[in-house]
């Protein structure tokens, strides 16, 4: 069921003893599979509720939960240098499940505009991404959360590549380019880490040219690095993507992963292919046509230039 942001506010003062809401205002999107507001308090602290929408959505908001706080030891002890979203507070909802509640992080959404070469915001990106990828797996993996080889991760890529060529919508050049990739096993030589799973830019929160907290950690797993990369190197100025990298190698240990920039452009690429089947398995035949077009501009933009025709011999 749906909750209105009052009704999450009330949930908050259960969760929270001695929260009392003055202010309350929805968060997210109306379609998100959780409902959440952020309340704020009459000592001007602020707080954000977060309600499943039915089972399936209240199991993933518990193991997203259990993950947050294995992760808030790891802020704790410094391994981590950005703030998560550390519950506070449970409330018992009466068709099962529980809403959470976390004080707000500080901090503003990334936009990727604000990114400019050198030490500032670009190189602490790189940074804080690399801290991620240096915690041990077994912080995942303690929670049965989906843990990849390599070699899997590749495989993986390779049937959601073979399922989107079968919807017809993937221009074949397109097709045999990602095929030729993910064939060519040198590029997938790398060592798997703890991913985020789902970074952009609505989830890294930076104040002061820093990186201050990442949220939404319900896709975390263990598996290729360079995914964690790819909103950054696909849309970044390409001076700041050069900063990202550069202070993202020097934060990580024993790092040898040659095609790592690679696979992440790669990456971005082939979260259309996952954009088109999103489409087809809802049956939403206007995210079917998005996901086509953008598949058929990506095809002209990287389809190898042809050669210019001989010119005809009286023009010689």
Do not use: C, K
Not at 130 to 145: K, Q, Y
Not at 236 to 261: F, G, K, M, N, V
Request: proline share 7%; charged share 25%.
């Amino acid at each position: 069921m749906r909750r209105s942001p009052l009704a999450l506010a009330a949930l908050a003062t259960v969760a929270v003893p001695g929260l009392d809401p003055y202010d309350v205002r929805a968060l997210g999107a109306p379609d998100s599979d959780t409902d959440a507001a952020l309340v704020a308090d009459s000592q001007r602290r602020r707080w954000v509720v977060r309600a499943p929408t039915d089972a399936a959505s209240g199991a993933a908001l518990e193991a997203e939960t259990a993950l947050v706080g294995l992760l808030s030891t790891q802020v704790e002890n410094g391994r981590l240098p950005f703030a998560v979203p550390t519950p506070v507070g449970f409330a018992a909802l009466p068709d099962g499940g529980r809403a959470v509640v976390h004080a707000q992080i500080d901090g503003r959404p990334v936009e990727l505009d604000w990114l400019e070469p050198g030490p500032g915001l670009s190189a602490d990106l790189g940074r804080s991404i690399a801290a991620l990828h240096e915690l041990p797996v077994a912080v995942v993996e303690s929670l049965g959360l989906p843990t990849y080889s390599a070699d899997e991760y590749r495989r993986r890529r390779q049937a959601e590549v073979d399922e989107a060529a079968r919807t017809g919508h993937v221009p074949a050049t397109l097709q045999a380019r990602w095929e030729s990739r993910l064939e060519d096993v040198s590029w997938w030589r790398f060592r798997p880490t703890v991913v985020h799973g789902d970074l952009s830019g609505e989830r890294v929160l930076v104040a002061d040219g820093r990186v201050t907290g990442i949220l939404g950690w319900s896709q975390a797993m263990v598996a290729d690095p360079a995914d964690d990369l790819a909103w950054l190197l696909v849309a970044a100025p390409a001076d700041a993507a050069e900063s990202i990298i550069e202070a993202y190698q020097l934060r990580r240990t024993e790092l040898t992963d040659p095609h790592l920039a690679d696979r992440a452009l790669l990456a971005g690429e082939l979260a259309l292919a996952r954009w088109l089947l999103f489409g087809v398995h809802s049956g939403d035949e206007a995210v079917v046509a998005d996901a086509a077009g953008m598949l058929a501009d990506l095809d002209a933009q990287t389809r190898p230039e042809q050669p210019d025709d001989e010119p005809d011999a009286e023009a010689v």
